[in-house]
């Protein structure tokens, strides 16, 4: 059977990281081994669900170019629907099945009911294998208990099994649970509303899925869903559970450790590439010492369960920046143009092929795509000598030396980068300044900054009317 992975989020906000990186580990899955990848929205629970992030989390993988095969916002698919709160009616029909072969009852306590029961048995934790004294209510009392006003819910029935359940994790090998330590557990609550094992079960056998891969903090609840399954008569999907991200003091990511959520990364200036390089490596690591750069596709003949890391990992965020600071040195073009457009809205260049190359001369000296428009912005400003900049060229024994020969030797040369190599070369004989004693006053004449881009570069950009109203007004500041 081919394999068909999905990624089931609830949508309570916006995608985080670690959620990102199951979406990425399940889209490799399905794309190393030529299955589908599924997308689905687990929103039964309404009072933690809202539509705006289901729109945020399909943007987000749109971004990272993890796009779905099929599901939810992805216009008709073989197994709809794609969302708990469109099958409420399918979870509570298939729950027949279970009730009919008495692996499932009607459950009427009260709230008091159930509260005295949790008492209970934090107490008394021998008597969790109880058999509950709602199993084989019989219809009479069944009756008196809807003639009183109470809502049933339907519970799965654990008291009479015994030995262990268990399975073969593709992360983890053999993984166990006793049964002895799972008592009865809801499967539709009295409202109506699916729990979620319930619904996952369903869903899972619904969509033929293969290939369950979700964060460790699933485990808990696999032993109860091989239940369901071994009750239902179907056939599990394989289980691997992924490790958790880790902050830097050794909690689960959050919100408290930074910047958590994918829209956020993009915002700040990350770029896909860079984001899913690194949640790669968060998973299946690298090569060797320096080898840490891998692509999608590279990424994708890597890929597979057993070869991801059994142990937490912990966010590194200056890592993170290293490798988009790579990822930002690699685009080029049209793409760079486009992946840095959000950063310079309202910003008027000169022109397209400008702006190209504006970004492609700074995107070296970048870590983020947000840093790209300062700097370019300053190259059309008025000339401004301020006092940090003169305090930085007396520093230099001759400031205004390289300056002053620039200043002539510019207008002798064509205004092209080989025409301002070969003025940049006079103007250091006619100065008798050379290395950094030149061009770092004269960046400073430039820009302000001792350092930067390739100095012939950087006067195309500037163009030769404001490079020579920069340096005369640097000239004229001593």
Known sequence: MPIRVRFAPSPSGDL????????????????????????????SDADRSDESSVRSILDSL????????EGEGLGPGPHPPYRQSQALALYRSQAQGLLDSGRAYWCFDNLEEQEAER???????????LRHPHRGLSSAEQARFLAEGRKPALRFATDDLDGQVGWVDGVRDAISFELSEIRDFNLVKSDGTPMYNWACVVDDHRMEITDVMRGEDGISNTPRQLLLYQAMGWEP???????????PDGQKLSKRHGDTGVSRFRDKGYLPEALLNYLGLLGLGGEGEGDEIFSLGQLVERFSPDRLIKKASVFDYGKLDFLNAHWLRAQTGARLRVLARRFFEGFQAPSEAWLELALETYKGNAVLLAD????IEALLAPPLVGAETIS?????????????????????????EEGF???????????????KDFFMPLRLALTGSEHGPELPKLLLLLGQERTQARLQAFISAF
Not at 16 to 42: D, M
Not at 62 to 69: I, M, Q, S
Not at 409 to 415: C, I, Q, T, V, Y
């Open 421 to 435: 190599k070969s003025a940049l070369k006079e103007a250091q004989k006619i100065s008798g300044v050379k290395g």
């Open 119 to 129: 008492l209970h048995l934090q107490h008394h934790k021998e008597d969790r294998k």
């Open 16 to 43: 985080h990281v670690g959620g990102a990186r199951t979406a990425l580990f399940n889209y490799l899955y399905a794309r190393k081994s030529g299955g589908a990848y599924v997308f689905r929205i687990e929103d």
């Open 372 to 375: 790209l428009r300062a700097p």
């Open 237 to 247: 999907p394989r289980f691997s559970h992924v490790a958790f991200i880790l902050g």
């Open 62 to 69: 749109a971004w990272l170019g993890l796009t779905p095969d």
């Open 392 to 416: 930085a060229a007396r520093l230099f024994a001759r400031p205004q030396a390289p300056a002053e020969a620039s200043r002539d030797s510019l207008n002798r040369w064509p205004e092209a």
